[in-house]
Each structure stands twice: as structure tokens, then as C-alpha cells.
């Protein structure tokens, strides 16, 4: 038996929350446990995040600009930023870059995109990104002129991501971005308003009408190079962790024990690789709080749970309870049967190992911790134990527990399945 899709109902979050949850999705600093929430709905708040981190790096550009000259000074501060948000956006940038300068069809540009390596034309996007905000600062004089600047810049920037959403649907069917929480019209413009409103109050009328311009300028190509070459948005495309996700909801992380017991057990300096969703992130963000050292992660979408169409987000009372038409069919061979809009656990099966194939080559010799899901785990199994779908599903997986599969010549050997060292 698979699990049920997601969670009932999610609640409805106040501001606060909203704003917690997509700091927690948006940055890797140390914040507390956000709970369960609804992350298109907390995308009205990813403006106020961007905020909060141009207002941080203004900061960090005054006292460096105090202290430096203004080349070292401006690298700095783009360091800063790129510490905050894990590099979640040059991720994707690189990816986005890697998979438009592929030769092939639209599903081969697809298809390299899914790599998590970056390639020539990913490390160039990187390079040219990181030389052009270096030298814009540079440009600008004036410790509190650049806080300004920079402010406005990571507060418009986040607020185009749901507008993004509105004007184009998600490139793959079978991929994170198909089963998107979408924030819906009212969401998207509630957070063009507050990027706008701290464009205002940071650059003035003329400044917000420049910067107004460049944005949509810039995310107008965006959109016009996705949806021609990709046929829409994914993760990588909206510049997020990914991060688009399916209904993605956070998970609780605040058992600061169970983690210190964890991060005991795990090895040191592996590395990390998550499947880009928000229980990922925060479930490493408490490792390292535990007192594990992490690298910056890894985003592998194919880590991703299953997907199941349009069945993702509510439970199977309701499924039942609603007499959908096709939830027999999927009870009488849930293995391989494929959910409406979704993939079959065999299906999953093989994107899974075609991820650990791909993982194990790239990271030859290093320890890989994976921060992933019961689905993707259970996946796994199949991969290393030969086990049919069917034989697959019997693996009721706990939360928190540590399993671990070796790579050895010619298959996989399981040392672990199920270990909680802090039971």
C-alpha cells in the first residue's frame, strides 16, 4: 500500500506563518520549526523574504564598504546572499542554463536539466550572474544607496515567482512542477504588490518605475524562453529550490534530541542531496542543528516522491468518500497502476534508479546522504534488493529512520533498513 497522497485540508496560515514557512523554503538559516502549511499560499510572503535578505545584505555591504575596497567589498555582499538562500537560485540558473544550451528536442533539454552536475554552460551562467551583481554594486556609491538597492532587488525578483506560475503551466507531466501547489491570482498579486511597495519605499517613484521595467523585461524573456524551449516552468525556471515542487507542505522538526541522535549516526562530511521539497530542507537544516556539518545540497528532483495527479494533496478517506471513479481500478494493482495525471510506483521504480545510477557515478567514492521520502525509499529497496513493485510496497518505512545501501561491484548491498539510533 502506497501512502496517502499528502495531508488532509491544509490549514490556513496567518501572515506570520506564511511569512516562516517561505523563510524556511527560501534561506538555510537557522529557523525554527515552521509546522504544516500550504507553500503556494506562503508565496504571497516570498516578497517579505526578499526583503528581509537584501536588507540583510545592505547591511553587510555598509560595514564591508567601511572596511574594503569596493570590488572586495560587493563580492562580499553577494556572498552573503549566496549563503543565505543556500544558492538555491544559482542552482537553478545553472540548470536552466545547462538544459537551453543542450542540443536536442524539447524532452533532451528536459532531461539534462534533471542533472544535478553543471555543465560548461551552467558554470557560465554562474560566472556571468555573479561578475554582473558584483559589478552593479560596485557601481552604485554609497553604503545605504546599495541597502536600498538591494532590497528592492531580492524583494521584486521573489515576488515575479508566482506571477511566473500564473502565465505558464509546468513543462513536464511527470515531474515536480506538474504537481505544483499553484497560488492562485490573488496570492500572486497580493506579492507583486509588496514587491512593488518595498520598490517604492527603497528606490522612489523613478527608481521603482526603472526597476519595474528591467523586471519584467528580464522575466518576460524568461517566460518566452521557457515556455518556447521547455513548454513552461519548472523548478530550475522559476528560480526557486524547487522547487516548485508538488503540494509541498514543511514538516516538524522540533524533537532536537531525535536529531542530535541522528546526526551521531551519520557520516562525517557526506554529500547532501534532497529531493528539493520543503521537508527536505527543513529535515537537514535540524541535522546540522544537531551537529552535523552539511555542504550546501544537491537538488535531485528524480529523489522526489510519487506523484499522484490530481489526487496529490488529499487523503484516500476523502478519495473514498467521494467515490472517485478510479481509485478501485488503483486499489486492485496499486503497484502498477497509474494514479490520473500522476506515475505508477513502478514507473517511480525506474526514475529512482535511474537517480541512484547517476548519483553513484558522479560521487564515486563519497558518502551520500540522501534526505528523501518514505516513496523514495521504499524505491530504493527494489533497486538494491531486485524486488518486484508489488514485493516493494511491504516495506512500511518509519519516520526519521536511517537506511543504508552500499554500492559495491556488480549491485547494491543493504547494511540498514529502519535504523532510529535514538530509539
Not at 506515475?343 to 567514492?365: D, K, N, P, V, Y
Not at 516493494?392 to 518505512?397: P, T
Request: aromatic content about 4%.
Amino acid at each position: 500500500m502506497t501512502e496517502s497522497p499528502s495531508i488532509d485540508h491544509l490549514p490556513r496560515r496567518s501572515w506570520w506563518g506564511d511569512t516562516h514557512l517561505a523563510a524556511v523554503f527560501l534561506t538555510r538559516l537557522p529557523l525554527p520549526d515552521a509546522g504544516i502549511g500550504d507553500l503556494a499560499q506562503a508565496m504571497r510572503a516570498f516578497p517579505l523574504v526578499g526583503l528581509g535578505l537584501g536588507l540583510g545584505a545592505g547591511l553587510v555591504a555598509i560595514v564591508a564598504g567601511s572596511l574594503l575596497a569596493p570590488l572586495p567589498a560587493a563580492m562580499l555582499t553577494v556572498l552573503a546572499l549566496v549563503l543565505a538562500t543556500g544558492a538555491l537560485h544559482e542552482d537553478g540558473l545553472a540548470d536552466l542554463a545547462d538544459g537551453l544550451g543542450a542540443r536536442g528536442d524539447r524532452p533532451k533539454r528536459l532531461e539534462v536539466m534533471r542533472d544535478s552536475r553543471s555543465g560548461t554552460f551552467g558554470v557560465l551562467a554562474l560566472i556571468f550572474s555573479v561578475g554582473l551583481r558584483v559589478g552593479a554594486l560596485t557601481s552604485i556609491h554609497g553604503g545605504w544607496v546599495q541597502l536600498g538597492a538591494l532590497a528592492a532587488a531580492a524583494s521584486l525578483s521573489r515576488a515575479l515567482i508566482p506571477a511566473a506560475m500564473q502565465v505558464m503551466g509546468p513543462a513536464r507531466t511527470d515531474g515536480l512542477g506538474a504537481g505544483a501547489g499553484l497560488p492562485d491570482a490573488t496570492i500572486a498579486a497580493t506579492a507583486a504588490g509588496l514587491g512593488l511597495l518595498a520598490c517604492l519605499v527603497s528606490l522612489g517613484i523613478s527608481g521603482t518605475l526603472a526597476a519595474l521595467v528591467a523586471a519584467l523585461a528580464l522575466g518576460g524573456g524568461v517566460v518566452w524562453i521557457a515556455r518556447r524551449a521547455l513548454g513552461g516552468y519548472t523548478g530550475d525556471v522559476l528560480g526557486a529550490v524547487q522547487q516548485a515542487g508538488r503540494l509541498d507542505v514543511a514538516c516538524d522538526t522540533s524533537e532536537t534530541e531525535v536529531f542530535q541522535s541522528l546526526a551521531g549516526a551519520l557520516p562525517v562530511n557526506p554529500v547532501l542531496v534532497e529531493s528539493g521539497l520543503i521537508r527536505c530542507r527543513q529535515t537537514a537544516g535540524a541535522l546540522e542543528k544537531g551537529g552535523l556539518l552539511l555542504p550546501p545540497p544537491i537538488i535531485e528532483p528524480d529523489l522526489a516522491e510519487q506523484d499522484f495527479g490530481r489526487w496529490q494533496g488529499r487523503s484516500w478517506m476523502d478519495l473514498e468518500a467521494a467515490k472517485d471513479p478510479d481509485l478501485a481500478a488503483f486499489w486492485a494493482a496499486p503497484a502498477e497502476t497509474t494514479p490520473p495525471g500522476g506515475e505508477s510506483f513502478a514507473a517511480m521504480i525506474e526514475r529512482i534508479r535511474g537517480a541512484m545510477e547517476q548519483l553513484t557515478a558522479a560521487q564515486a567514492g563519497r558518502d551520500i546522504l540522501a534526505v528523501v521520502h518514505a516513496g523514495t525509499i521504499r524505491a530504493a529497496l527494489a533497486v538494491a534488493l531486485d524486488l518486484s513493485p508489488e514485493q516493494a510496497l511491504r516495506f512500511a518505512v518509519k519516520p526519521l529512520s536511517l537506511t543504508r545501501l552500499d554500492a559495491i561491484a556488480g549491485g547494491w548491498r543493504v547494511e540498514t533498513v529502519n535504523s532510529q539510533p535514538y530509539a
